[in-house]
């Protein structure tokens, strides 16, 4: 069986995407972890050898191929197991599901940046502004999600449900004030319910 490397770091949301579909897909004998600490303005040398905007995760196949970004590695994953597929190969569910996936991708982004602008950026520099909006996007994706998407999301712990999770609990790690249970209880009984599963308990975010 061949071993592939995945850049990593435990806190990112986007590496634990990954982490958990190596999980529920029985890969995770599959890779090496290469643990790197970076941010937009400390990166990684070897890090970004054949993947030059030097984001976490990438995934470097044992032929050296180098994939990025998570969508890319979860969906390369998703065509090298034989379980249930994480994501349907076809049709409109497809299309559907792959939206709803890169609207948790979004929250990610939204959580991630809103944690650059409030711990990396030099304190003068910093600007309620763009906070607020990151937190405005995150509110309107939730309510989407709980008021058009629950069932759908519910239906099945698929690429969507995986990257969702994802985003909800790197919200709880990064902000833990932000309220979202309140405003979305649907949401917040299926995350209690998927956050059990041994992919999401083994690599709960510990900072
Ligand atoms: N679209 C990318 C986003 C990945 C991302 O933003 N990763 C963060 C860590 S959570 C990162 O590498 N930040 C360093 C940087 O922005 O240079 C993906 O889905 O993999």
Redesign the pocket.
Known sequence: MSTMTLFH?P?????R?VMVVLHETGQLQRVQLHTVN???VS?DAQLNQGNP?????ALRLDDGTVL????V?CEYLDQQHVGQPLLPREGSARWRRMTLASQA?AI??AA?SSR?ESFLRPEDKRWGGWLEAQAEKIRRSLANLEQEHLAELASGFDLAAIGLACALGYLDLRQPEFGWRERQPGLAAWYAEVSLRPSMVATAPVA
């Open positions: 770091a806190l990112s949301p986007f590496v995407k970076i941010s937009p990166g905007i030097g984001k976490i995760p990025h970004d998570s969508r590695i991708d990610m982004d991630v650059y």
